[in-house]
């Protein structure tokens, strides 16, 4: 919390931060916190849902702080909106135009197509090899597990998540928060917070392993053999 508000006393920063939020559905909190991560996570940031930029802005300008080179793909069906105050004929279009206007068209990968698609897949795959990706930004649907189990491999050991609509007026809420509670439940992911009224942000903490052990005991030779083992679930 100090360096986030320690970000707002910067004053070239934060107006950027602040452009990017009249271009965002997320809270700026949010936005100041993808901001943080890509600047402070280890490794390439994967988003699903950039709309027309706000949230890939704030991504792209915490990498730029970096000083490090990191990949972000951001993937965005694309199609238009109506009414509502962001309202536009064409997403993919307006999120081009956007991210040009900051100075970061060159600095993402865009992905026009549905993140479950096999071309989707397969163009992430292209990029990002296993564990590469450091922050994971999903704001697009109510299905975070379907795309969880998509790129799940390329998910770092604590990577840092961003998943929107925990809490929401949306149909999206519901599923979204089952599918969360699931993950946390399972040993998946663990939570850091809330922020932007509706929005969870943790880590990822791989793929969840049942331990069972096997005892098998010979009364003859009173020996004892033991087995540890895990499944993946
Ligand atoms: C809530 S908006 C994203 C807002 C954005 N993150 C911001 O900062 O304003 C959701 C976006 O996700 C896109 N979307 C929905 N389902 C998707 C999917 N499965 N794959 C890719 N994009 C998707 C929609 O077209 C829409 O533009």
């Known amino acids: 919390m100090q ?10 920063l934060h107006h950027q931060l602040m452009k990017a939020a009249d271009h965002s559905m997320l ?18 940031i994967l988003e699903i849902g950039s709309f027309v930029g706000g949230s890939t802005i704030a991504a792209g300008l915490g990498a730029r702080d970096s000083g490090r080179r990191k990949k972000i793909i951001s993937i965005e069906l694309g199609g238009r909106l109506k009414d509502h105050r962001l309202a536009t004929r064409d997403i993919f279009k307006d999120l081009k135009k956007n991210l040009s206007r900051a100075g970061l068209l060159d600095a993402v990968t865009l992905i026009n197509g549905s993140s479950f ?15 590469q990706i450091g ?16 790129y799940g491999d390329k998910l770092a050991q604590g990577c840092w998540m961003v998943i ?60 004892t053999l033991s087995w540890v083992g895990g499944v993946d679930i």
Not at 3 to 12: D, M
Not at 117 to 131: D, K, S, Y
Not at 140 to 147: C, I, Q, T, Y
């Open 27 to 44: 809270g700026i909190d949010v936005l100041v916190l993808i901001y943080h991560f890509a600047k402070v996570a280890e490794g390439d």
């Open 164 to 223: 929107d609509d925990y809490f929401s007026a949306t149909e999206k809420g519901g599923p979204t928060r089952i599918q969360v509670d699931d993950l946390v439940s399972a040993g998946r992911l663990q939570p850091l917070g809330f922020y932007g009224w509706g929005t969870w942000i943790g880590r990822w903490l791989g793929s969840a392993i049942i331990f069972f052990y096997m005892q098998a005991a010979s009364t003859e030779s009173l020996m």
């Open 117 to 131: 698609e096999e071309r989707t897949i397969t163009a992430v795959r292209e990029i990002a090899g296993p564990g």
């Open 3 to 12: 360096k986030l508000i320690e970000y707002r006393y910067q004053k070239a």
């Open 135 to 150: 922050l994971f930004i999903f704001d697009a649907d109510s299905n975070v597990r379907r795309d969880i189990d998509c």
